[in-house]
């Protein structure tokens, strides 16, 4: 699997590495959804359709491509030879891939889930590569996964921490580089990829401040650099946000629907899959809310949050802050989310009367 001109967005070759092998495991992925309802057992106990019969910490149902999706990722963070450890939305635990680390962070071998063999390797043509960084990467290996069974597009979202060891001996918890004061702000690249009516994988990449977009090629099972510096429009013309709770929201939340729908210019649209919205929402503009903190701060909010600033729009907490700007104090946080367009974002700041 290749992936264009990656080496034009990273210096490291460490990160390049991480970043090649996070697009093959999404390549991974993505072809496993577009076959799991091809159910090769007739009786419907199919390898990677339906539920899993477990939940994860936020006691969450986990789909079969849920847990197979996190062992993709594992493999790939692993084979990358770039991480120290890994956050997933599917294991409680933080990952330690250090030698005698703790939690292996593999979950759906007993069940067979695990990968068939390793996608392609990346070769770094062999030569001895000088003094490389390391990282750790929070991930959600499928959101928008109770739509999966539907069609529904879904996707991968990632955030990735630099890990600055101090040297030989350093007992350090890798942790404390990621839930430390400001946490948004070491986020220093982030990601998703969008399994929709085409495979998108979308990088905000510290060093260059631009957002970059990739698409797959089927028929070359290569990414094509298809966005070389995405902005978002300064105003958009759809809201997107799950009305189904309006009961819950605040009056100021409640007062910026009731506008969008007075308003000639703005409709709704709402996917369910936050890696859908949000994408939509970074090309077309508008905003995309979810205000009762279900959404996850290191691996949902952290990378579309940066995605979005890089982009040039804005994201806030409930309180007005920059989701970026927040602290984490667990590996599992939520917290509420509001982004989009900066136009629309001061049309919802007056509603909320931030
Ligand atoms: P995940 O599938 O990774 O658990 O994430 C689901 C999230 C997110 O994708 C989406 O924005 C949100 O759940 C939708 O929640 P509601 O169904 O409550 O609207
Ligand atoms: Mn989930
Ligand atoms: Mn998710
Ligand atoms: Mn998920």
């Known amino acids: 699997m290749m992936i264009e001109r990656l080496e034009e967005e990273f210096s490291d070759p460490a990160l390049i590495r991480l970043m090649a092998k996070i697009a093959s495991a999404c390549t991974e992925i993505s072809d496993a959804i577009r076959v799991q309802a091809i159910d090769d057992s007739k009786d419907g106990s199919g390898n990677l359709s339906g539920r899993a019969e477990s939940t994860n910490v936020q006691g969450e149902e986990q789909m079969k491509l849920d847990i197979y999706s996190h062992d993709v990722f594992v493999k790939a963070c692993k084979e990358s030879n770039s991480c120290v450890g890994l956050i997933s939305e599917e294991v409680e635990e933080y990952i330690d891939l250090r030698e005698g680390g703790g939690e292996r962070g593999k979950r759906g071998e007993q069940e067979g889930l695990a990968p068939s063999s390793s996608s392609d390797q990346i ?185 979005i600033e890089v982009a040039g729009g804005l994201s806030i907490s409930d309180t007005g802050s920059n989701t970026l700007d927040s602290a984490v104090e667990s590996i599992h946080e939520r917290g509420a989310i509001h982004l989009g367009s900066k136009e629309n974002m001061d049309d919802l700041k007056k509603c909320l009367r931030l």
């Open 123 to 307: 070769h770094d043509g062999g030569q001895e590569l000088g003094e490389e960084k390391k990282y750790i990467v929070a991930f959600d290996p499928l959101d928008g996964s109770s739509n999966v069974a539907y069609g529904v597009s879904v996707g991968s979202i990632f955030s990735v921490f630099e890990y600055k060891t101090t040297g030989e001996g350093d007992t350090r918890n890798p942790i404390e580089e990621v839930l430390k004061p400001q946490t948004g702000r070491n986020v220093m690249c982030a990601g998703y990829c969008v399994y929709g009516s085409s495979t998108d994988l979308v990088i905000a990449t510290r060093k260059n401040t631009r957002v970059v977009g990739w698409t797959l090629d089927p028929s070359s099972n290569t990414y094509v650099k298809t966005r070389a510096d995405i902005s978002i429009p300064q105003r958009g013309k759809i809201y997107s946000i799950n009305e189904g709770y309006e009961h819950k929201f605040s009056e100021g939340m409640k007062r910026y629907i009731r506008d969008c729908k007075e308003s000639s210019s703005m409709t709704a649209r709402y996917v369910g899959s936050m890696v859908a919205d949000v994408h939509r929402t970074l090309l077309a503009g508008g905003t995309f809310h979810y205000p009762l903190g279900k959404l996850r701060m290191l691996y949902e909010c952290f990378p579309m949050a940066l995605m």
